[in-house]
């Protein structure tokens, strides 16, 4: 079974950035999309950004503009690069990974933006 890691998460002042990665514990093969979702306190787990193969990323509306999904296949990781962080910004960070035979959840990454 393949396991994700997220790391780079921590507390950031407001205007600060932060780097996120998420490591599979080894190559996944076949990977239809990846995503980063967030939960904050008391708040359903929401879509922050996507990619799928070929490069295409989708932001929500909230991130537009500050935050950047990239992946790096030969490393096995993926990352969001989130810039201008705001308080809202806080929460526990999960890395997604879709692939035909399901979806891979990383335990997530403590993100809190101080105001």
């Known amino acids: 079974q393949v396991q994700l890691v997220e790391s780079g998460g921590g507390l950031v002042q407001a205007g600060g950035s932060l780097r996120l990665s998420c490591g599979a514990s080894r190559r996944i093969g076949i990977i239809n999309n990846v995503a980063w979702y967030r939960q904050a306190p008391g708040k359903q787990r929401e879509l922050v950004a996507s990619t799928r193969n070929g490069g295409s990323s989708e932001f929500a509306d909230p991130v537009k503009g500050r935050f950047t999904i990239s992946r790096v296949d030969a490393k096995n990781t993926v990352y969001l690069l989130m810039n201008s962080l705001k308080p809202e910004d806080t929460g526990v960070y999960y890395c997604?990974?879709?692939?035909?035979?399901?979806?891979?959840w990383g335990q997530g990454t403590q993100v809190t933006v101080s105001s």
């Open positions: 997604n990974v879709n692939t035909p035979w399901g979806a891979l």
